[in-house]
T-cell receptor
């Protein structure tokens, strides 16, 4: 079974530039999560999709972050403009359904460095 | 909001030692993930458990739903077990809540 695919793996940008991350979840997984993990901390949920609808985006800094999941499959997360404090690993995860007892699968993450 | 506490935060042990990592959380949940994160950021789900105990190779995970506590054990630890181990209760519509992780180093 193919896992969650993310790209790029690494990205370095200057502050105020824009950046986009892509996630392809496991086929058939209805729930998709984007997490931000700052060095030394646990991942923080940015946004959760159920199919192509948003379930939770309460911690997404909407003035600069946006995410979409067109057609309920792939998802993109965009930052515009980036700030130094956005340097982190951005993780995508998916699960079959959005219930607690469904296992989540994680991608390798995209390591973003804002300079 | 589920408050998650993991202990220890850092652990250095010798190869072959028995390792225990503990996780306590504040809000009742029906399932909990144990995750492993290697340098570079990739996260692998080790276990998802709702009750009792699960075993996979040298890894054992236990959970007590009533006491809101889970443990991850590594038997016969090996340097390749060196990683960050993260406890993540919950999931589904409430999303996963993550502990800060336990940084484990196994020395040869």
């Amino acid at each position: 079974e193919a896992g969650v695919a993310q790209s790029p793996r690494y990205k370095i940008i200057e502050k105020r530039q824009s950046v986009a991350f892509w996630c392809n979840p496991i086929s058939g997984h209805a729930t998709l999560y984007w997490y931000q993990q700052i060095l030394g901390q646990g991942p923080k949920l940015l946004i959760q999709f159920q199919n192509n609808g948003v379930v939770d985006d309460s911690q997404l800094p909407k003035d600069r972050f946006s995410a979409e999941r067109l057609k309920g499959v792939d998802s993109t997360l965009k930052i515009q403009p980036a700030k130094l404090e956005d340097s982190a690993v951005y993780l995508c995860a998916s699960s079959l359904v959005g219930s607690q007892d469904t296992e989540a699968f994680f991608g390798q993450g995209t390591r973003l460095t804002v300079v | 909001k589920n408050e998650v506490e993991q202990s220890p935060q850092n652990l250095t042990a010798q190869e072959g030692e028995f390792i225990t990592i503990n996780c306590s959380y504040s809000v009742g949940i029906s399932a909990l993930h144990w995750l492993q994160q290697h340098p570079g950021g990739g996260i692998v789900s080790l276990f998802m458990l709702s009750s009792g105990k699960k075993k996979h190779g040298r890894l054992i995970a236990t959970i007590n739903i009533q006491e809101k506590h889970s443990s991850l054990h590594i038997t016969a630890s090996h340097p390749r077990d060196s990683a960050v181990y993260i406890c993540a209760p919950g999931g589904g519509a409430d999303g996963l809540t993550f502990g800060k992780g336990t940084h484990l180093i196994i020395q040869p």
